[in-house]
């Protein structure tokens, strides 16, 4: 039986990254118990003091009450175990875009989560038919694709695999209602719509620096002023993370075949080194602070 999503009071999340702890704080947030299972302790102890952070901003700005907010830190636990998500309504997972890391999470999902339990994955590329094939009950999975940063962005992009239950879909988008988001429902090809059109535009923007077109700021400045973008695309693939960024185009190019999603040489020498954007201190911009 596919719960009511406004009944939901139990989730789970697995990843607790940049996206794994946004989800997690936004579940909280509307009112669901969540269990955040990462296999880093020091990225648990780092998604605590952000979605603390971050609550905690929103109520000085007057957007949520800080007695909500409080509430809110205080449905988040946190674990290195799966194992710990029998109970979950909801599994959202936002591990890492590796294709067998995402595999292995969804084979133990399959084994330790309740049968009825809806399995949704939160990556930008990968396969969902073929994330849901590890697991016993294929048409309880599908993508839940929120946006980065995910208190902040309105879109939920709902993805249908091949075998998702028309339940399994119509539930999810009640649950990102819920949550105070709009949901968008796609059908399940790389990259979705959002990765597939925004990518290549990324990886064009870096292809501009590295053959000298021009310097960052000034390709951003021309995306910002002249297309009336809210930010520029290298500052863009700063925020979202280069390691990821890179993920996704190796997934549109491998997949859909196609030379024109060929990730740009200086994305892989600067993931190479380290510089993954603002997560890591540098990207296309060095973040001091
Ligand atoms: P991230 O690198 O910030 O975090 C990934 C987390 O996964 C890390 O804390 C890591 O320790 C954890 N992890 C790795 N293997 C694990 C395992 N086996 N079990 C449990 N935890 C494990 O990555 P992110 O940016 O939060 O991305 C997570 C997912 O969300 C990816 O699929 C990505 O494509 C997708 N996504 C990212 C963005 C973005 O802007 N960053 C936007 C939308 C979707």
Redesign the pocket.
Known sequence: MIPDADSVSSAGV???????HGIAHVLALAGVDVRL????ES?LEE?LSSIERNLGRQASKGVVDEEDAGAALSRVATGTD?GALEEAEIVVE?????PD??F??FHELGETCSRDAVLA??????SITDLASRVPRPGRVLGM????PVPVMELVEVVRGLQTDDEVVEFTREMAERLGKTPVTVRDYPGFVSNRVLMPMLNEAMFCVMEGVAEPEAVDEVMTLGMNHPMGPLELAD???L??CL??LEVLHRDLGDDKYRPCPLLRKYVSAGWLGR?SGRGFYRYDD
């Open positions: 697995v990843g607790a990254g940049t996206m794994g299972v990462d296999v880093e990225a998604a799966t936002a591990v890492s875009e590796d890391v995402k292995g999470i994955s939160n990556t930008s590329s990968i694709h929120f946006m980065n925020l979202i993370g390691d990821t993920s996704i997560k």
